[in-house]
T-cell receptor
């Protein structure tokens, strides 16, 4: 079993839709949970990070962590064509970080 | 503009040749990382450095070496390239070893033929 699982998609939604992206993990030592956005032929950029369980909101983006279920989510409200990218979850413990394979998202105008 | 600079942006390399990918950051971050990104496998850590003068092995270190002579530079060397090292390579840095926020370069697309 991989340490981090993420549905690679591709996911295609109409503009304005609510998008839900998810990852599951197996290592209970992970403490930091992150979402990166990667546009085509670019490096990943940090979108949000949370420490331990709970919710974090930033504009149209909400990150959720449920450590009891080993499950994290990223919600995008009122999705825009500019949100079209690959979204990678990442998790870290001391001196260790693991990325999911990424979910490709297309928001259709 | 502050950030991470990688060079070259792309390269075609004959198998068996030696190649060094360059990475320079100007944010004075202590920690630096090298990842490779392959379709379906995501980002995999090759080597890391928590501070100048120290390095460590990541998930897929075989065939690669790194050095960290100073804070700003973290070159990655392929001693004798093989086709399985065809990938996109990303350098990243973060302020601490706890990996809260990492900043990535634009990547180097390497094709080994």
């Amino acid at each position: 079993q991989k340490e981090v699982e993420q549905d690679p998609g591709p996911l295609s939604v109409p503009e304005g839709a609510i998008v839900s992206l998810n990852c599951t993990y197996s290592n209970s030592a992970f403490q930091y949970f992150m979402w990166y956005r990667q546009y085509s032929r670019k490096g990943p950029e940090l979108l949000m990070y949370t420490y331990s369980s709970g919710n974090k909101e930033d504009g149209r983006f909400t990150a959720q962590v449920d450590k009891s279920s080993k499950y994290i989510s990223l919600f995008i409200r009122d999705s825009q064509p500019s949100d079209s990218a690959t979204y990678l979850c990442a998790m870290s413990a001391v001196n260790k970080v693991i990325f999911g394979p990424g979910t490709s998202l297309s928001v259709i105008p | 503009i502050a950030g991470i600079t990688q060079a070259p942006t792309s390269q075609i390399l004959a198998a068996g040749r030696r190649m060094t990918l360059r990475c320079t950051q100007d944010m004075r971050h202590n920690a630096m990382y090298w990842y490779r990104q392959d379709l379906g496998l995501g980002l995999r850590l090759i080597h890391y450095s928590n501070t100048a003068g120290t390095t460590g092995k990541g998930e897929v270190p075989d065939g690669y070496s790194v050095s960290r002579a100073n804070t700003d530079d973290f070159p990655l060397t392929l001693a004798s390239a093989v086709p399985s090292q065809t990938s996109v390579y990303f350098c990243a840095s973060s302020a601490t070893g706890e990996y809260t926020e990492a900043f990535f370069g634009q990547g180097t697309r390497l094709t080994v033929v």
